[in-house]
């Protein structure tokens, strides 16, 4: 199934989608082709933000696109590596069955799953700035998130 297909199907039913992508079989370049993708869109998701804080601020938007396209493509991919490690140390306690790469694909999953709501996240912050209409955005960002990421392990738990 295609990866649209599946991200829409992700909003009916995280668990599933999940299970359906572990049945493909342990592969890590997949796993991190998602993560990728999903902290390269975060990054474009953050231009306007950017472009808005640039222009009310007078600093140079070269220099902030710079910093945020360092911290999302090197950075935070290596901090989804360890979160991933420390729910699957979680989920082993608690008697979990999945594996290391189950967990980091549900974590990824759910990022990338969850990338239309932080593009009109980033599409807020950058038009209409702080605001009630930005924190509901972001709020229910993190909620979809928790939501798919919490089914998405679950699933993996499950299925091992």
């Given amino acids: 199934m295609a990866i649209s ?21 342990p592969r890590e370049d997949r796993a991190l082709a998602y993560l990728m993708g999903a902290c390269a869109l975060i990054f474009v998701a953050q231009l306007p933000r950017l472009a808005r804080e640039a222009h009310l601020s007078g600093e140079d938007l070269n220099m902030l696109m710079g910093a945020t396209l ?22 082993r ?26 593009l009109l996240h980033g599409l807020v912050a950058g038009f209409i700035g702080p605001g009630i209409q930005l924190q509901l955005v ?23």
Avoid: D, H
């Fill in 70 to 91: 360092m911290a999302w493509i090197f950075i935070a991919p290596l901090m989804f590596y360890c979160i991933a490690l420390l729910a699957r140390v979680v989920a």
């Fill in 93 to 118: 306690l608690f008697g979990g069955k999945g594996t290391g790469y189950g967990a980091r694909l549900a974590l990824f999953w759910a990022l990338l799953a969850s990338t239309p709501l932080l």
């Fill in 138 to 160: 972001g709020l229910l960002w993190c909620g979809c998130f928790v939501w798919f990421w919490v089914s998405g392990t679950l699933a993996q738990e499950r299925a091992a």
């Fill in 5 to 25: 297909r599946n991200i829409a199907a992700t909003y009916r039913g995280p668990g599933r989608v999940v299970s359906r992508l572990m049945t493909m079989g």
